[in-house]
């Protein structure tokens, strides 16, 4: 195997126990669970800014558009991204987030931008219940 593929595997499984681990859990989300988001997105970031500078900021395009499998990925992730923008969007805006700036945070970062968003509302969300 090589090392994307292991790297691949690796964050399949970390989603995989971070999923199931939210479904076994019967109590609400609380304080500092915020940080669970800002732990998976630091190492992501981190590992996006690493790509950057390594293959420039648009050397995915060439691949997304290459082939018919390279633009479901890219329709799936904007299906997904926009998904859970919507879900959280609600949550945010109680908590006195402005929707406006964090679509833009997430047009342009994607999911970093939205694990950011995630962990922010439910840290607000634990402030304003305390």
């Known amino acids: 195997m090589s090392h994307t593929e292991l790297i691949a595997l690796a964050g399949f499984a970390v989603?995989?126990?971070a999923m199931l681990f939210v479904t076994q859990s019967k109590k609400r989300v609380s304080a500092p669970v915020w940080l669970i988001p800002v732990l998976v997105v630091v190492p992501f970031a981190v590992?996006?800014?690493?790509v950057i500078a390594e293959e420039g900021l648009l050397s995915f395009f060439p691949m997304l558009m290459g082939s018919d499998w390279g633009l479901q990925?890219?329709?799936d992730r904007l299906l997904t991204?926009?998904?859970?923008?919507?879900?959280?969007?609600?949550r945010a805006r109680a908590v006195g987030m402005k929707s406006e700036?964090?679509?833009?945070?997430?047009?342009?970062?994607?999911?970093?931008?939205?694990?950011?968003m995630l962990a922010r509302t439910i840290y607000l969300e634990h402030k304003t219940a305390v």
């Open 15 to 17: 989603a995989a126990v």
């Open 47 to 50: 590992w996006t800014g690493l």
């Open 73 to 75: 990925i890219w329709f």
């Open 81 to 90: 991204v926009t998904a859970a923008f919507f879900l959280l969007q609600n």
């Open 101 to 116: 700036i964090w679509v833009l945070v997430v047009i342009f970062t994607g999911s970093i931008g939205l694990l950011l």
